[in-house]
């Protein structure tokens, strides 16, 4: 494939080039890409919630593992996920990318078709940002914008005493997904060999390759009318935004190991690391699985809602926030978190 | 004054240190930081405009000679800029920033009270961001987010044949003062000599290094019930300002040299640098002032708006956009930009 140097085609030319086929699909977009700012009008029952992400590469991502198309997909989709966790409905994106001089043309196509099919998967538009040059790596920032009915927005400060605590998905892929992708890039990097192992570990791969925000599970819970009493989305670990919600809404929690959900394939790969599956649950980040509380009533309902499990309950403060082992041993919850672990 | 490494008090400590005293002024700010999104409320008969600007040290700052607290300023300002180009008021700005592990929390302190000062000066709220660490250098991705009456905004598009052009301010004097600085540091770096002068360049120092977005010359056209036609505003040069305007208008121009002000200072350091103050005019950019256009009717009101001058008139795209020089010559308006004369 031919490759075409930034400078060839100027700023300008490609803003055009790369923000073409992102023609907005929401009514709240009255105007895209192209003006000084993005116009935007929403129903008057209805609030805003925004959320931005700064992803640096060499902190948060690595080009050797992580191809462009798919870091343009998380970029997005990790955003979304704020959008969701506040039980609200993503509609516009801004995307600003500042890039070196080492960069093409064709490889920032495949960034942009990443961002392209996350904004059709979630139903967002692409409305805005900036291109610009950087001296070493790449950034990438992205700003999210969704709207939620007057009232209905789920904060982290919600959770009341006698809540059920409830996970969708499963958790800890996403973690042993990069101890796979770091194995490897071990190996080729002190080895030169190209005889990469990514076989058999689909799962744990794609679970940090491409994580998708569960824009599903809050369109599921609205359809059976069940309001979170609070939310937040798993990006750094359970434990960590376990005692976010309790800390913010002044309560504490018992959560049982043996309800926390773990794939087979999670917990394989753990054991070939040594690492119990428990701790990639609570510690590991980047699962983007919503955690939220509901009030008890909901707990009919919340038994026809897939991929969804209850975990625990929300307690009194000074009961304090507690994992209760199978051996029924109760372990305070520490928040300890993926920069924390990374740092290891 | 003692200095605090970003790794003895951590991500949330330094979040927490950071963004206190922001308490959200705004009605249409129904919470700000602290959760997984800000939520907002904007009246119904309003539509949001939005804007986003990523700015990299090296590129668009130099930390030489730019103080973290003006950088904070100016990171705020030239988004709001980007607000009142649309004759919107701007409410919201999130503001995430990556820097490397050499920044202290004090020098990051210095940067967010430039932050706190900009959203006083312009009554926005900071409702969000994120901090990250960065492999080398810092950057600073800021998001904007305003008001405006519903089909009042602005639009690049707008202009129409015998509007007038108008512009606020006076332009220029930012180049010209990023030469003084560029000058000072270079006696700097290769002489070690300490004997900046700085003095005698008040002016056009502040034009640089902390610009001030218009919204004050918004709120005076809103007073005299002028709408503009369109509206930009002038980060790249008057010329390729004006050409954004002709090209999405589908228009031509006629802007008169003798028209366009220039201060009296950027005047004499043009000279000093050898340079025509109409070059710097037309091709300096970063002065932030709004570039307009109004229906000829507006002809008396506009003469009751301080500070904004009529430089010019739309006419049909197949004359062309022209400057009319003193000798009465005319010169086809070329898009050159501020990027352009930088890398000369």
Request: with cysteine.
């Amino acid at each position: 494939m031919s490759q075409t140097e930034l400078s060839e085609i100027g700023e300008f030319g490609l803003i055009e080039r790369l923000t073409r086929d992102f023609d907005p699909k929401n009514d709240s977009t009255i105007q895209g890409i192209g003006d000084d700012c993005a116009i935007l009008s929403f129903p008057a029952d209805k609030e805003i919630v925004v959320t931005t992400d700064l992803l640096v590469e060499g902190i948060h991502f690595d080009l050797v593992y992580c191809p462009l198309k798919h870091l343009g997909y998380k970029s997005v989709a990790v955003n979304v996920s704020d959008i969701c966790a506040m039980n609200a409905t993503p509609r516009q994106v801004t995307v600003s990318i500042a890039v070196s001089a080492k960069f093409t043309v064709e490889a920032l196509e495949q960034f942009y078709e990443g961002i392209r099919l996350a904004c059709r998967a979630y139903n967002v538009d692409l409305v805005g940002g900036d291109t610009t040059s950087s001296m070493t790596g790449m950034m990438i920032s992205v700003t999210a914008i969704g709207e939620v009915e007057k009232g209905k927005a789920a904060k982290r400060s919600g959770a009341k005493v006698n809540d059920l605590v409830c996970v969708s998905g499963d958790l800890g892929g996403a973690y042993v997904g990069l101890q796979i992708l770091e194995r490897e890039k071990y190996v080729f990097t002190q080895t030169g060999s190209q005889s990469i192992k990514l076989e058999g570990y689909d799962y744990v791969l794609q679970r940090q390759l491409k994580p998708e925000a569960r824009l599903d599970v809050v369109q599921k819970l609205a359809s059976h009318s069940i309001v979170p009493t609070s939310m937040i989305d798993i990006s750094d670990g359970l434990s960590s935004e376990l005692l976010h919600i309790c800390k913010q809404s002044g309560v504490g929690c018992k959560v049982y190991e043996e309800k926390i959900p773990v794939n087979v394939e999670t917990e394989r790969v753990a054991g070939e690391f040594n690492l119990l599956p428990l701790t990639c649950a609570l510690n590991g980040g980047e699962d983007y699985e919503l955690l939220f509380t509901v009030d008890l009533n909901s707990y009919h309902k919340l038994a026809m809602v897939a991929d969804v499990r209850i975990i625990g309950n929300i307690c009194d403060a000074s009961e304090g926030s507690n994992i209760i082992t199978r051996q029924n041993e109760r372990i305070p919850i520490v928040a300890q978190g993926w920069n924390a672990m990374k740092d290891k």
